[in-house]
Antibody, heavy 120, light 107 residues
Framework: EVQLVESGGALVQPGGSLRLSCAVS????????MSWVRQAPGKGPEWVAN????????YYVDSVKGRFTISRDNAENSLYLQLNSLRAEDTAVYYC?????????????WGQGTLVTVSS | DIQVTQSPSSLSASVGDRVTITCRTS??????LNWYQQKRGKAPKLLIS???SLQSGVPSRFSGSGSGTEFTLTISSLQPEDFATYYC?????????FGGGTKVEIK
């Protein structure tokens, strides 16, 4: 069974930092691109970033470029998102999602999400 | 960025009704269009990829069609478990973008 379990969400002050983790099991992690997708309260999902199988390619939505960093550890079957210089508008549930092997992106498995709240 | 517009934003329907949701993109996207279902408090679930490819385990009452810039999700006979919010998402080019959602409610 494919499982993705996020952790690391918290209440943090504006300007603060946080590291999210996603532990995966049930599939060969190193075969897949992986993504982070967030969803602000009452809003639709927003793709945040994705990373290639070997970590050699990374892409970000413009609103987080220079502040967030996606990474992975294939030996540990884990995906990470480092969030720096956090803003109120970054408040959301953050999901990790299994992305493609190749071709066009599709998010076919998701974690349960972890809540990041940015507030003073 | 490719803008994705869904319509309607909400609808009320009865069990057994045929429901159609439309997704329009601001540029031609080569059929790289996915549909998701999200229930309250849960992560989205992939229903259809590449405009019309039904995911394993998804009931056949769900279907997708369209090309270019206009796509549709159809539920042929609405069931009680289908009341949820539906999102389309384009994966033709980064940044990957979602539509604003269509909430399907009980009439």
């Amino acid at each position: 069974e494919v499982q993705l379990v996020e952790s690391g969400g918290a209440l943090v002050q504006p300007g603060g930092s946080l590291r999210l983790s996603c532990a995966v099991s049930g599939f060969t992690f190193s075969n897949y691109w992986m993504s982070w997708v967030r969803q602000a309260p009452g809003k639709g999902p927003e793709w945040v970033a994705n990373i290639k199988q070997d970590g050699g390619e990374k892409y970000y939505v413009d609103s987080v470029k220079g502040r967030f960093t996606i990474s992975r550890d294939n030996a540990e079957n884990s995906l990470y998102l480092q969030l720096n210089s956090l803003r109120a508008e970054d408040t959301a549930v953050y999901y990790c999602a299994r992305d493609k092997i190749e071709g066009a992106t599709l998010f076919d498995h998701w974690g349960q999400g972890t809540l990041v709240t940015v507030s003073s | 960025d490719i803008q994705v517009t869904q319509s309607p934003s909400s609808l009320s329907a009865s069990v057994g009704d045929r429901v159609t949701i439309t997704c329009r993109t601001s540029q031609t996207i080569n059929n790289y269009l996915n549909w998701y279902q999200q229930k309250r408090g849960k992560a989205p679930k992939l229903l259809i990829s590449a405009a019309s490819s039904l995911q394993s385990g998804v009931p056949s009452r769900f279907s997708g069609s369209g090309s270019g810039t206009e796509f549709t999700l159809t539920i042929s006979s609405l069931q009680p478990e289908d009341f949820a919010t539906y999102y389309c998402q384009q994966s033709d080019r980064a940044p990957l973008t979602f539509g604003g959602g269509t909430k399907v409610e009980i009439k």
